[in-house]
């Protein structure tokens, strides 16, 4: 179960998780709290237009109401007004194994998500962000509230001992103490938060990445693939995701302008040879002056189209300040290109530095330039792109992971009497 069906990376890693299922003679279904496309194999909960316009205008005034209590940052915040009940549905009824992705905008609040444990299944939640286990945030930075008990949040209006944060962080604490559940973290890094969290330091977590379509993002001949792609030859380019204000803290967009702006100075006149390019949903209005020539693709939903993007860029440029196992360096690698990225969240475990990519020193825009650098000049540069590749065969792909989540769920079926091993 998931809030949505592929808009977002929690909603793909469900879907690809449940695809990986599927090759290896598993029966699963994807149920989701509001569907956008047409995908006949994903289910959703509401049953007819009335409850998906009502559930619509939930989602979108959960988040209207929520500004009324957040500062003016951007940094994403859940509070658990709405929420909805589940265990009604015959999918869910019949299930073996009920497996919990990203469950919020009015989706399970901490109520509805207690409210399953009259089911009396195993239950799976991954945790693809930090929501889960904090009294709201979804990104926590420095902040290590949630190792207490929340409350005094600072991205509060008015933070207090007792404040939303806090109050939401009880609701779930009664909510976990009811259900038995086992975490799934992607990455090492949401693994120790976890471990670290009051509301989950008890539950047993269990690490174990996404996975994506390895058939489609693989590699090309570099040459060929700028060929189709449109990239000018000869050129250097910096592919990278899209580029919302410098202010926005989590995407670190202001570290990524003021290391090319390093790097224009460093390169000079060879700065003429490296061009960056952009896809994703940016506003084309109020744009900077960016350092190097800047080519906007747009969003980009067709997966072989951004694959090939992927496979004709040199390298991809990742300023992110917090990201658990982010879906565009997975993409990246698995399409043989390297990662210049900070050393930040879960993304380690993805790239290794000078080997499959560079890991910069963390909000140092010095050394996200020297990272760039280092992949202009590097002299084997097809060793690099091999490297990026296997790294995610090894232990990405959807083989691997459909087995580690196969092994899981038999070995919580048997604490089941009664269900049937997978």
Not at 30 to 41: L, T
Not at 152 to 180: E, G, M, T
Request: charge should be positive.
């Amino acid at each position: 179960m998931n809030t949505y069906d592929g808009n977002g990376g929690a909603g793909r890693a469900c879907i690809r998780l449940s695809n990986a299922l599927l090759s290896q003679n598993i029966d699963s279904k994807v149920i989701v709290h509001y569907k956008f496309g047409k995908n006949p194999n994903i289910a959703e909960f509401n049953s007819n237009l009335l409850q998906k316009a009502v559930t619509a205008a939930k989602i979108v005034l959960e988040r209207v109401l929520a500004k009324r209590y957040l500062k003016a940052i951007k940094t994403p915040f859940s509070f658990a007004w709405f929420g909805r009940s589940v265990i009604h549905h015959p999918d869910v009824k019949n299930a073996d194994i009920i497996h919990l992705h990203w469950v919020n905008h009015g989706f399970l609040n901490p109520r509805h998500i207690a409210e399953i444990a009259r089911l009396n299944k195993p239950v799976v939640w991954t945790f693809h962000d930090s929501n889960s286990f904090t009294g709201g945030c979804h990104v926590r930075y420095e902040c290590d509230h949630f190792k207490q008990e929340c409350g005094n949040c600072p991205l509060l209006k008015y933070p207090a001992p007792n404040d939303a944060s806090h109050r939401i962080w009880r609701q779930k604490r009664d909510a976990y103490a009811k259900l038995n559940f086992t975490v799934v973290s992607p990455s090492s890094w949401n693994k120790t938060s976890v471990n670290e969290a009051s509301l989950t330091k008890d539950k047993t977590v269990v690490q174990i990445p996404n996975t994506l379509e390895t058939g489609i993002f693989k590699p090309m001949n570099k040459s060929l693939a700028k060929e189709k792609a449109g990239f000018a030859p000869g050129k250097f380019i910096f592919l990278s995701g899209f580029m919302p204000s410098r202010k926005d803290m989590h995407k670190g967009t202001g570290y990524l302008m003021e290391s090319l702006e390093i790097l224009k100075k460093r390169l000079g006149a060879a700065g003429e040879k490296i061009e960056r390019v952009v896809f994703g949903n940016r506003n084309a209005e109020d744009l900077p002056d960016f350092p190097f020539k800047t080519t906007f693709l747009g969003t980009i939903n067709d997966d072989e189209r951004l694959a090939l993007y992927y496979a004709a860029a040199d390298a991809f440029l990742i300023p992110s300040l917090e990201d658990n196992l982010p879906y565009t360096v997975m993409e990246s690698l698995s399409c043989g290109t390297p990662v210049i990225t900070f050393t930040t969240g879960g993304i380690p475990d993805m790239v290794k530095h000078e080997y499959n990519g560079y890991l910069a020193v963390y909000r140092s825009s010095e050394s996200f330039a020297d990272g760039m650098e280092w992949i202009i000049s590097h002299p084997e540069k097809d060793k690099l792109q091999q490297q990026a590749r296997q790294m995610v065969m090894d232990n990405f792909s959807e083989e691997v992971i459909a087995k580690k989540h196969i092994d899981l769920y038999n070995k919580l079926i048997k604490q089941f009497p009664g269900n049937v091993s997978a």
